[in-house]
């Protein structure tokens, strides 16, 4: 079969953990033993979330006071290499008869997207009540609920087009292992001279991976984070874990915009587009989900 899979920023770096290179490598190192479960015997392109990672780099960013701040889509930029290099490594050392590679990929957006106006896209770490009310004064930033805590919120413009799509069906084609649209991709968007620049926006990676799942004629699309499905009702004294639902039962439900929201939204675009099954749940019960055991399926 050949799989689009997304895993989430936090299924790399668990909620509330500090951002170290050995965190960060050793979450990675148990999504590969998930990953290459699943990666065996299937095509597969891989796209991961970037969401702590680039929150990161934005602080370190804006702590530096001797240059100006990079902007969103150059810190997507170095985020895709980062984890990327590092899920590479890791799956390659795994699976060493595997051909693997690691590509930056920019993702074009809209413009005139109504997310410019709207940010609802959480980055960097969680923070108290009275730091984020500090960080909203001091520099600006939107600041959202998370849970208990507090996050960072950007624009998520929805992804219209891969520019680096033909590059990727080929390596696919060719029996290598993908992984590609890290962060969503690298936000840009074209000008009306055909030019294309960066954007400072961060795009939701599990939209991208359902565009790209599309583009590919993927028979699966695995979304992969930590918890084990979705939820109705989550967080309440009703909350009902959904294993089996179609995309029309899913659009009579609401689920949070900075979480479940996109997960729901990619899932049900690409099983209305292809007929094909896709799949959210636990990173670390990947194969299980694929086998149609855990998480929960979503399909006509």
């Not at 965190?23 to 999504?31: F, K, L, T």
């Not at 051909?99 to 005139?112: E, Y």
Request: with cysteine; glycine share 12%; hydrophobic share 40%.
């Amino acid at each position: 079969m050949r799989l689009v899979v997304a895993i989430g920023g936090n299924a790399l770096l668990q909620r509330g953990e500090v951002l170290s290179a050995e965190n960060q490598e050793r979450n990675i190192q148990r999504a590969a033993t998930a990953l290459i479960k699943v990666a065996d015997g299937h095509d597969v392109v891989l796209v991961h979330g970037n969401g702590p990672q680039v929150g990161l780099l934005a602080l370190e960013a804006e702590a530096f006071k001797d240059a100006p701040a990079f902007p969103l889509d150059v810190l997507g930029a170095e985020s895709q290499g980062m984890i990327g290099y590092v899920i590479g490594q890791v799956l390659s050392n795994g699976m060493p008869d595997r051909k693997i590679a690691t590509l930056l990929s920019r993702t074009l957006v809209d413009p005139k997207d109504p997310a410019f106006g709207n940010p609802t896209k959480p980055i960097g770490p969680i923070y108290s009540k009275s730091d984020a009310q500090n960080l909203t004064r001091d520099r600006g930033w939107v600041i959202a609920e998370d849970g208990e805590n507090f996050r960072r919120v950007v624009p998520s413009p929805k992804p219209i087009d891969l520019l680096e799509f033909p590059i990727i069906e080929e390596l696919v084609t060719s029996g290598v292992l993908v992984i590609c649209g890290g962060g969503g991709g690298i936000p840009v968007m074209r000008g009306t001279n055909g030019q294309v620049s960066g954007v400072e926006a961060v795009v939701d990676k599990d939209l991208t991976a359902a565009l790209l799942a599309r583009n590919l004629k993927a028979d699966r699309l695995l979304i992969l984070t930590d918890v084990d499905g979705v939820y109705q009702n989550w967080g309440q004294a009703s909350e009902q874990k959904l294993e089996r639902i179609t995309p029309a039962a899913l659009t009579t439900m609401s689920f949070s915009e900075g979480s479940m929201g996109p997960k729901v939204a990619a899932a049900c675009s690409f099983a209305k587009a292809t007929g094909n099954p896709a799949m959210i749940g636990s990173l670390d019960e990947a194969d299980q989900i694929l086998a149609g055991i855990k998480g929960t399926w979503v399909s006509d």
